[in-house]
């Protein structure tokens, strides 16, 4: 089992729908999750970053982490057509080593 | 302000040759990673540097792989010799002390060994 799953999608939604992109962990000691962004051909840019539980917004993003079900989310409003990329979720535990999932592709369509 | 910078961009290179990748990381970043990307199974870390020191080399796949760290503005990636199954796009990142400092991407360097 990995320890961060994503599902790789591609996920198409129309321009102004919400967007809800979610991941599963296992290790329990993880108490730092991140969401990256990434265009094709590109590097990852950090989008947002959450530490244990709780929501976190900014701007059109929400982050949201469960811990007690090792559930993390991003919400996308209004989602536009520069929105669609790839996105990673990332867990840590407290180091500098980050576990990443797969990635989604979100495609959203004008 | 410059953003860490990989280069090349692009290699393709013939089983059993030497693939060096470099990387300038942000000025002032005191950590930097190296990572690979590969459809199957994602972003790994393969390395990571604090202060030219390497820390965890743990997820570096075999002793073909090295890298380096002269100074804090430069770092090297090595494969000698390569191999197909390495093909993958090899990003650096460089983020300041402390855990909740964001790690910043370079564009990576997109590798075919043939």
């Known amino acids: 089992q990995k320890e961060v799953e994503q599902d790789p999608g591609p996920l198409s939604v129309p321009e102004g729908a919400i967007v809800s992109l979610n991941c599963t962990y296992s290790n329990s000691a993880f108490q730092y999750f991140m969401w990256y962004r990434q265009y094709s051909r590109k590097g990852p840019e950090l989008l947002m970053y959450t530490y244990s539980s709780g929501n976190k917004e900014d701007g059109r993003f929400t982050a949201q982490v469960d811990k007690s079900s090792k559930y993390i989310s991003l919400f996308i409003r209004d989602s536009q057509p520069s929105d669609s990329a790839t996105y990673l979720c990332a867990t840590a535990s407290g180091t500098y080593k980050y576990i990443f999932g797969t990635g989604t592709r979100l495609k959203v369509l004008a | 302000d410059a953003g860490v910078i990989q280069s090349p961009r692009h290699e393709v290179t013939e089983m059993g040759q030497e693939v060096t990748l470099r990387c300038k990381p942000i000025s002032g970043h005191d950590y930097l990673f190296w990572y690979r990307q590969t459809m199957m199974r994602g972003l790994e870390l393969l390395i990571y540097?604090?202060?030219?020191?390497?820390?965890?080399d743990s997820g570096m796949p075999e002793d073909r792989f090295s890298a380096k760290m002269p100074n804090a503005s430069f770092s090297t990636l090595k494969i000698q010799p390569s191999e197909p199954r390495d093909s993958a796009v090899y990003f650096c990142?460089?983020?300041?002390?402390?855990?909740?400092?964001?790690?910043?991407f370079g564009d990576g360097t997109r590798l075919s060994i043939l």
């Open positions: 990142a460089s983020s300041e002390t402390g855990v909740t400092q964001p790690q910043h």
């Open positions: 540097f604090n202060n030219n020191v390497p820390i965890d």
